[in-house]
């Protein structure tokens, strides 16, 4: 028979993933000898990740059974933020994701305006994507 609290712990990342997706679970419990996790999440994207890391711990998954719906109410929301003098994509990026190198995300969530991401103008609003 299989133990909730030890799979818990085994799939302890993928249950850390989905909370941090915003995935709104409905079950999670054993079935069929498996650890059984039912929800559903904002986007096709949040659902692969989570597969992805159910799979780093486990390739072959043979004690789970990971059942996701994409809901797209559930999805998040996109942050918008105005350019302040001062700012450079890099600086937004720090503040938004802790670390400056992920500039390019919101340089390419931002091509209809931008052209080249050391060019950004005061007063401009940015999408800043998840």
Not at 12 to 35: C, E, F, T, Y
Not at 111 to 127: E, F, R, S, Y
């Amino acid at each position: 028979m299989a133990d909730l609290e030890q799979l818990k712990l085994k799939y302890g990342s993928v249950l850390n993933a989905i909370n941090q997706s915003g995935v709104r679970l409905a079950h999670v419990h054993i079935q069929d000898d498996k650890l059984y996790i039912e929800g559903a999440c904002g986007s096709e994207a949040i659902k692969n990740k989570i597969w992805d890391q159910a799979k780093l711990v486990d390739p072959s998954y043979s004690d789970l059974t990971l059942n996701l719906s994409v809901d797209p109410s559930l999805a998040p929301q996109q942050k918008t933020y105005t350019v302040a003098a001062g700012d450079s994509l890099s600086k937004i990026a720090k503040q938004f994701y802790g670390n400056a190198n992920e500039y390019m995300k919101i340089f390419e969530a931002n091509k209809d305006k931008l052209t080249d991401p050391n060019a950004i103008k005061v007063g401009q609003q940015l999408v800043i994507p998840n």
